[in-house]
């Protein structure tokens, strides 16, 4: 599976991005994804996932009510709608894909991810 993801920039506090990452080499609702965040000088953190089917959606606290996860399977793209952005927001963005299934690692846990995408940029001024 190859995962490319875009639609980080620079915005104001308060403003809004949304971020893509489309995928390629497998069908894509087969699996999991989901997107971690990375700050300079903090290691990388679980943002949101969404299971195969869209069905079921879950956020990391500091971004619940703010943040929205969704897929278009006949795109074989995963979104996230980010709002009311907050200079903590600050960081690369990743998006992930849970395509074997480690269930040893909870889907929180980036090691539960085997494929990865190369990251987007997302810096937020005050």
């Known amino acids: 599976v190859q995962l490319q993801a875009s639609g980080g920039g620079l915005v104001q506090a308060g403003g809004s991005l949304r971020l893509s990452c489309a995928a390629s080499?497998?069908?894509?609702?087969?699996?999991?994804m989901g997107w971690f965040r990375q700050a300079p000088g903090k290691e990388r953190e679980f943002v949101t996932r969404?299971?195969?089917?869209?069905?079921?959606?879950d956020y990391a606290d500091a971004v619940k009510g703010r943040f929205t996860i969704s897929r278009d399977n006949s795109k074989n793209t995963v979104y996230l709608q980010m709002n009311s952005l907050k200079p903590e927001d600050t960081a690369v963005y990743y998006c992930?894909?849970?395509?074997?299934?480690?269930?040893?690692?909870?889907?929180?846990?980036?090691?539960?991810?085997?494929?990865w995408g190369q990251g987007t940029q997302v810096t937020v001024s005050s």
């Open positions: 969404i299971t195969k089917s869209g069905g079921s959606k």
């Open positions: 080499g497998r069908t894509f609702s087969s699996y999991d």
């Open positions: 992930a894909a849970d395509t074997v299934g480690r269930l040893s690692y909870y889907y929180r846990d980036g090691r539960r991810y085997d494929n």
